[in-house]
């Protein structure tokens, strides 16, 4: 058994480790193995006294199972769908998120995709880059587009997330509905936003839809083509959560029917995806309108320099806590 207690960081940080040994300093040794799955961990996380895991491996119960000492996981970012928490629970081992390293920033980025399709920005830039010589210098060509102002965003869960977009929307002068079974009353009062009773309800009356819920057996690919058809007729998809919860193969033809005028999609079912993803194939096609009208990119919401750091020091601090015994906060199993 080590002498000193033992953090290790699974994956994805590669460097110095500086963030970490600041906080963790006389306390812990940290070692970094920037594992691509979970695989790599066989007989290397065994003694570790707590682990901090990001988003490039899964951590299940086979891992979970070996672990002798460790009385923390934590997953350094919000979603912990990458980890058999359940399963660590019967371990007795806690497992916490970082709740808010990113809160801001994927907000920003939703609110950025939302301003980007719905003022034409995104349209422009890509029709005139390929157009040439050949097409009009105009605003027409993303005619017509809506004032914001007083048009409806639909959030799906009112969480975190979903709170920092609404207040966002509405220093835009939008009209913010959500609908999120588990929110209790009075966050509604407290934003100044619409509770809408059903997801029905709010596909129907969204300009634009804006997706923050967990990635769970009820929200897996819960804006299907079905759901998307229910939207009005030229309004806008912006998904940061999880990938699961769109059936992105939908969007293309959603896009080219007219039904959708815009799509930002942040988060894909699978990350990278393949060439013969659909909605990739879509995308990349010059002929394809989706060429123009949707936004890709790689899981990148959360990101800022001001963000990484909040959830590995934010990480390693949850560490400190398991370690000296004190309580740990935001333990989700
Ligand atoms: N794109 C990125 O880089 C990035 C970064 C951080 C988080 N995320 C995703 O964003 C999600 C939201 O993050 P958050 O910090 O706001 O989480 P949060 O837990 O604060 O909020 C999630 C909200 O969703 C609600 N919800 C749960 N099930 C629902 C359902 N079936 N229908 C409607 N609402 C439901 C919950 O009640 C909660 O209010 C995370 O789960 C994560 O998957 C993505």
């Known amino acids: 058994m080590p002498d000193k207690p033992t953090v290790i960081l699974t994956d994805f940080i590669n460097d110095d480790l500086g963030p970490e040994r600041e906080v963790l300093d006389g306390v812990a040794e940290v070692v970094a193995l920037d594992a691509h799955g979970e695989d790599e961990l066989v007989g290397r996380v065994d003694d570790a006294d707590a682990l901090m895991v990001f988003h490039n491996l899964s951590l299940g119960r086979a891992t979970i199972e070996r672990l002798t000492r460790c009385k923390l996981i934590v997953r350094c970012g919000v979603g912990v769908d990458n980890i058999d928490h359940a399963f660590a629970r019967s371990r007795g081992i806690d497992v916490a998120n970082v709740p808010d390293y990113g809160t801001e920033d994927v907000a920003d980025s939703a609110i950025g995709g939302l301003l980007a399709l719905s003022r034409g920005i995104n349209l422009y830039n890509s029709t005139l880059r390929d157009a040439r010589q050949d097409c009009d210098w105009m605003y027409t060509l993303a005619a017509s587009l809506q004032r914001l102002r007083g048009q409806t965003l639909g959030i799906v869960g009112l969480g975190r997330i979903g709170s920092a977009t609404a207040l966002r929307a509405k220093a835009l002068g939008m009209d913010v509905a959500f609908y999120d079974p588990y929110k209790p009353d009075g966050y509604d009062k407290a934003l100044g936003v619409r509770r809408v009773e059903s997801l029905d309800d709010l596909l129907a009356q969204s300009f634009a839809l804006s997706l923050h819920c967990p990635l769970t ?117």
């Open 217 to 333: 057996d009820e929200t897996t690919q819960m804006i299907d083509a079905a759901a998307i058809e229910c939207m009005p007729r030229g309004s806008f998809l912006i998904n940061t959560s999880r990938g699961q919860v769109v059936d992105t193969s939908a969007v293309p033809a959603a896009l080219a029917s007219g039904r959708l005028a815009g799509a930002f999609i942040d988060v894909l079912p699978t990350e990278p995806p393949t060439d013969d993803d659909p909605l990739i194939v879509a995308w990349r096609d010059p002929s394809h309108v989706a060429h123009h009208r949707l936004i890709v990119n790689p899981h990148a919401a959360f990101y800022s320099e001001q963000g990484l750091l909040d959830m590995r020091v934010k990480g390693a601090q949850a560490c400190h806590r398991a370690i000296t015994g004190q309580r740990v906060r935001n333990v989700v199993n």
